[in-house]
């Protein structure tokens, strides 16, 4: 026979076990935004939000305020981060790019994606430049205006990937000087970087040029329409990655790998 409860017995679960369901349930939601829709923060960030939660262990007792100032309401509105606005920054522009290049993807000449990397804007290498060139069509003037109109509001790095198909460099882009396709991939996406800064005044701390040559191809390259799409240059708007300006005069900004990392 069951022991009869006590009268002074309280039915369900004790008031400490409640409290503590419900901060693990806070703690879990903290740290799934953290994890999913702000993936950069800064250590010093990182250190604030930590902080926040100092004395907040308690079953009755709130936590510590941060500190007035840019990061005061960090701990309470997680979607107010810089790197979360950028973000979203970036998804306007991706809005942005394909309205603007509605004709030229309808033509197949530029083609607007979305990776890991961030925004791409991809150029065909038919389209722009001519075979075994780097020097750029009068046509693609127009788009790399449209273009450098969506980086300027941004802070993001941009970089700008040269690359080609895996045929060897015909005798006319050997006479220009370019032996092989990393000269040419090189060559045509320092073009595009050198038209952004001197003729669209785009911040050349945000940029930077790189070559892939034949390596990096998104087709077959045994196919004519395969190398048509490899023969290409992608004007990245990084994601995660942008310039911040820097607080001391001893650091410049950006740093050597600042990009990269």
């Known amino acids: 026979m069951a022991p009869k409860r006590k009268k002074h017995e309280q039915k369900g679960s004790p008031p400490w076990m409640v409290s503590m369901g419900d901060l693990n349930n806070l703690l879990m939601c903290f740290f799934i935004v953290l994890m999913g829709d702000v993936t950069t923060v800064s250590q010093e960030q990182f250190q604030m939000m930590i902080t926040s939660f100092r004395g907040s262990l308690g079953i009755f007792e709130g936590g510590s305020s941060m500190s007035k100032g840019r990061l005061m309401e960090l701990g309470h509105n ?30 197949k000449k530029v083609r607007v994606s979305e990776d890991e990397r961030g925004l791409i804007i991809t150029l065909s290498g038919d389209a722009y430049f001519e075979t075994g060139s780097a020097s750029l069509k009068e046509e693609v003037k127009p788009v790399l205006k449209r273009v450098s109109d969506i980086i300027k509001p941004l802070s993001n790095f941009v970089r700008i990937e040269g690359h080609t198909d895996s045929r060897r460099i015909p005798p006319a882009g050997v006479r220009e000087g370019y032996e092989s396709n990393w000269e040419l991939s090189s060559a045509r996406s320092i073009n595009i970087l050198r038209y952004f800064i001197e003729e669209e005044s785009v911040n050349p701390k945000q940029l930077s040029s790189v070559a892939f040559g034949q390596y990096r191809p998104i087709d077959d390259n045994n196919t004519p329409e395969g190398r048509a799409y490899n023969r290409r240059v992608e004007i990245v708007i990084l994601r995660e990655r942008w310039l911040e300006e820097s607080k001391s005069r001893e650091i410049s900004r950006p740093l050597p790998d600042e990009e990269w990392r």
């Open 78 to 107: 997680i979607m107010a981060l810089p790197s979360s606005e950028r973000g979203r920054a970036l998804a306007r522009s991706m809005k942005r790019a394909v309205e603007a290049f509605k004709p030229e993807i309808q033509s």
